[in-house]
């Protein structure tokens, strides 16, 4: 997928700026939490969103050394953006409406994957090379969509203080709010600093960690790798550069309807959020078995000219996009559940909480975008699946002890 946007002027290493990103991303999620809590999120989503429209813009004309300094600043501006959004959604949601505000987030979210390649597939079918054209036209369009998405912050609604998840009293409210209004903005910042920290060492942290890192993994493949895997099998013909966007419209296809459908269900799932992320590991483990049938060990790393080797199956396009949509399924599933419980345990420390998520998240994208500049398909395969069953089964003890100790106090059915 990245080398379908080399030319002879421009030879970055997409691996490469995406590891420079999820690093830089990693170690800016230690100071988000007090960026948040000066400026707030609001603001905070606004000032990050024009960088990104800054890295989209940089592919209009690319030259390395600007991909790569793009690079650096939107890996600051994602940990401020990851880190305020799940503020605000905390902040906007109570016990009853987090589960489903979490999944209708992450739909929307995953929405641009299907709209974006939808257009990639019929702009780009039966197409080997991309033309200048071509790229400037798919980011220009980019831009301007990123910027008035990033000017629509701004119409986002702020909450009523006793809606507020973790806000119970009203008296409390009002305490709260004598005391914020004490505090300088040095204070605001060292507090969400040293919270961050307590809360990196707490049991349940450490354990979703586990999850987190899967994710984080699982992320880099689907986003990066396995693009990359389609593009470079020359068994798909003249299809397969039409056919990375194709994957990519059913990985959309996947995280939507997983979002979706998981944040209708959630206020009336009375088993918690174990089954859902049950049925993301099942799916996973399926679209990893038949990747490994269906693509060359060396399609990651393949050169330019992709590779001719065989699979341990004849390699099927039909595969290979039932793989992107299972892939995509499997992400909602986790990441959905992920920011329910995130919110729903640390309501009271959400920017802290989210940050740290992003921080292991990103962390180890990091390490997934370097490794897979040089580890054969099935490594990186075996290296997902190993995270995975223990990832799930760290979050299975967290939800158990939240809905343990829920149940003694409240209805733990309706979140």
């Given at each position: 997928m990245w080398r379908s946007l080399n030319s002879t002027d421009f030879h970055g290493s997409g691996y490469t700026s995406m590891a420079i990103i999820y690093g830089v991303f990693s170690a800016s999620n230690l100071i988000t939490p007090s960026v948040v809590a000066i400026v707030g999120p609001q603001l905070s989503m606004f000032a990050s969103g024009l960088f990104y429209s800054m890295y989209i813009a940089v592919f209009i004309q690319p030259f390395p050394w600007s991909f790569y300094?793009?690079?650096?600043?939107?890996?600051?501006?994602?940990?401020?953006?990851?880190?305020?959004?799940?503020?605000?959604?905390?902040?906007?949601?109570?016990?009853?409406?987090?589960?489903?505000?979490?999944?209708?987030?992450?739909?929307?979210?995953?929405?641009?994957?299907?709209?974006?390649?939808?257009?990639?597939?019929?702009?780009?079918?039966?197409?080997?090379?991309?033309?200048?054209?071509?790229?400037?036209?798919?980011?220009?369009?980019?831009?301007?969509?990123?910027?008035?998405?990033?000017?629509?912050?701004?119409?986002?609604?702020?909450?009523?203080?006793?809606?507020?998840?973790?806000?119970?009293?009203?008296?409390?409210?009002?305490?709260?709010?004598?005391?914020?209004?004490?505090?300088?903005?040095?204070?605001?910042?060292?507090?969400?600093?040293?919270?961050?920290?307590?809360?990196?060492?707490?049991?349940?942290?450490?354990?979703?960690?586990?999850?987190?890192?899967?994710?984080?993994?699982?992320?880099?493949?689907?986003?990066?790798?396995?693009?990359?895997?389609?593009?470079?099998?020359?068994?798909?013909?003249?299809?397969?550069?039409?056919?990375?966007?194709?994957?990519?419209?059913?990985i959309g296809i996947g995280e939507i309807l997983g979002g979706s459908l998981f944040g209708l269900l959630s206020k009336n799932n009375r088993f918690g959020r174990n089954p859902v992320v049950l049925l993301g590991i099942l799916v996973h483990f399926i679209a990893f078995y038949l990747i490994f049938l269906n693509m060359p060990g060396d399609a990651p790393i393949a050169p330019v000219k992709g590779t001719d080797s065989s699979a341990y199956i004849k390699s099927s396009k039909e595969v290979a996009i039932l793989c992107s949509f299972l892939l995509g399924l499997g992400d909602s599933c986790f990441n959905t559940q992920l920011l329910s419980i995130l919110g729903f345990l640390y309501s009271e420390d959400s920017a802290p909480a989210f940050a740290i998520f992003k921080f292991v998240q990103s962390i180890c994208a990091a390490v997934a975008f370097f490794y897979s500049n040089y580890l054969l398909l099935h490594w990186q395969l075996l290296v997902m699946v190993i995270f995975g069953f223990f990832g799930t089964i760290s979050f299975f003890t967290v939800e158990w002890e939240a809905a343990a100790f829920v149940a003694r106090g409240s209805d733990y059915r309706s979140i």
């Open positions: 300094t793009a690079s650096v600043f939107i890996g600051i501006a994602a940990a401020v953006l990851w880190t305020a959004q799940g503020n605000c959604l905390t902040i906007n949601s109570d016990e009853h409406t987090i589960g489903r505000n979490s999944g209708i987030f992450w739909a929307l979210l995953q929405s641009s994957l299907f709209f974006g390649n939808l257009y990639i597939y019929f702009a780009w079918q039966g197409k080997t090379q991309i033309s200048e054209s071509d790229r400037r036209t798919v980011f220009i369009a980019l831009t301007v969509i990123s910027l008035v998405g990033t000017v629509l912050f701004f119409l986002i609604r702020k909450p009523d203080s006793e809606n507020v998840l973790g806000e119970d009293e009203s008296s409390d409210d009002q305490d709260m709010e004598v005391n914020e209004s004490a505090q300088n903005n040095l204070t605001k910042a060292v507090d969400a600093f040293k919270k961050s920290f307590k809360l990196c060492v707490t049991k349940e942290m450490l354990l979703l960690s586990i999850t987190t890192a899967y994710t984080g993994l699982e992320l880099t493949f689907f986003s990066g790798v396995y693009g990359t895997c389609i593009g470079a099998i020359n068994k798909f013909g003249a299809e397969e550069k039409s056919l990375i966007g194709l994957s990519g419209i059913f």
